[in-house]
Every structure is written in C-alpha cells, then in structure tokens.
C-alpha cells in the first residue's frame, strides 16, 4: 500500500520556466512534509518542509504548496535552471514527540533543457 | 566537515553469501536508519533506531539484520543474499533534538548492492 503517491515518473522542462512536482498522500494521521532532491551517485538530500497547520512555506526559488482536503502536496521550482536536473522524492510523516520516520514517494526525475 | 559515510559503496557478490553494509556518522545524530532504493518504489525503510539499544524493523525487514555498535555505527547485514536483494541501500540520520522543526534526515552516499 503506497501511503505517498508521485505519479509522475519523469518531467522536462525547459530552463527558465517553472517546474511543478506533485506529489498525493493516503494517510490522515501525516502531518510534516518533505522534499529531497537526488543526484546519480549521491544520497538524497533535503530541500524544503511544510508542516500541516501551514499551505504554503518558501525558500528562494523553492515553494510547497499544501492542500490537507486533496491530501495533496506540491513543489514549485521557479525559474528552473539545468542544476535542478535530479529525482526528487516527497516524504511523509507524524509527529510523535519522539518518532521521525518517513515514507517516501516513488520520485519524480526532472530534467531542465536548455 | 560532519558526514554520514558507507562502506562498500559498490559490491558484487552471488546468491548465499553474508554479506555487512557498514555505516558511520559524525553528526553525533542518535537515530540511524537504513533504506533501500529500487526503481519505481521509492525508499523504503528497512531497519531504524533510536539509540544504541534501540532497533525497530521497518516495513521491509526480512532477510536483514542490523547492528548498532555505537552512537556513530550501523551496519546492516545480509545473512544469504538472494537477486532480489539487489538495491541501492542507504543510510541515514536524524536529530530528534529541535522538535517538529527536525524530522528531516540526512543520508549517505549510498551502496550498490548485486547480487548474482
């Protein structure tokens, strides 16, 4: 059962313009969102989080939208540049006091044309 | 600089062998955890903990064990690795200190794992 859903493989967009990753989850109880970017040979590192009582956190070129009704997430890259070529993961979790772990999506890689 | 490492970063090995994936930190993180990547599954967690006496099984345990030998160490072991096993495997941390601002993670390279 996959609790957190990218159900797109791949994108290409060209530099310059706006790149949009969705990402949809099933469980209720997740309430802290992540996103991590991956390039070939390294581990994924982490590139913005939104906490549940927010819609919307920015960083930079990087946003996250938050729609808690849809149970759906998405990552803003504006304006694309050809270094944001990578797999980007969502990851999910709940908030315990104590625990911290995540489920990941399947990914998503984004490719930047020039 | 701080770093999370593993060690091999790329191993062949054939069907029945044991096989140690080994991790080390120097975050000075108490949560570790270890991962596997296969195409189109994402991540998924096989065994995490907490602290040194602290080991939990993830959602794909079976046909691993790990072992916490300190704070910094976590080695993840295949006692008879079979094909399917073939994944990429990382290794990750975490801080719980810093609250719900810190669930975020930080992994290592990661190792390439076949198994023949």
């Known amino acids: 059962d996959q609790q957190v859903k990218q159900n797109s493989p791949s994108l290409s967009v060209q530099e310059g313009r706006i790149s949009i990753l969705n990402c949809d989850y099933t469980?209720?109880?997740?309430?802290?969102f992540l996103w991590y970017k991956k390039y070939p040979a390294e581990g994924p590192t982490f590139l913005i989080s939104?906490?549940?009582?927010?819609d919307k956190n920015e960083d930079g070129r990087f946003t996250v939208f938050l729609n808690k009704s849809a149970k759906h997430l998405s990552l803003h890259i504006v304006p694309s540049q050809p270094g944001d070529s990578a797999v980007y993961f969502c990851a999910a979790t709940r908030y315990t006091g104590t625990a911290s772990k995540l489920t990941f999506g399947t990914g998503t890689r984004l490719q930047v044309t020039l | 600089d701080a770093d999370v490492t593993q060690t091999p970063r790329n191993r062949i090995t054939k069907t029945g062998k044991r096989i140690m994936l080994e991790c080390s930190q120097t975050?000075?993180?108490?949560?570790m955890y270890w991962y596997r990547q296969d195409p189109g599954l994402g991540l998924r967690l096989i065994y995490y903990?907490?602290?040194?006496?602290?080991?939990n099984k993830g959602e794909i345990s079976d046909g691993y064990s790990v072992s916490r030998q300190a704070q910094a160490k976590f080695s993840l072991s295949l006692e008879s690795a079979i094909p399917n096993q073939t994944a990429l495997y990382f290794c990750?941390?975490?801080?719980?200190?810093?609250?719900?601002?810190?669930?975020?993670?930080?992994f290592g390279p990661g190792t390439r794992l076949t198994v023949l």
């Open positions: 939104i906490s549940s009582i927010k």
């Open positions: 975050k000075g993180h108490d949560r």
């Open positions: 990750a941390t975490s801080d719980p200190r810093g609250g719900y601002s810190r669930n975020e993670q930080f």
């Open positions: 469980n209720s109880m997740f309430d802290y």
């Open positions: 903990s907490f602290d040194v006496k602290d080991i």
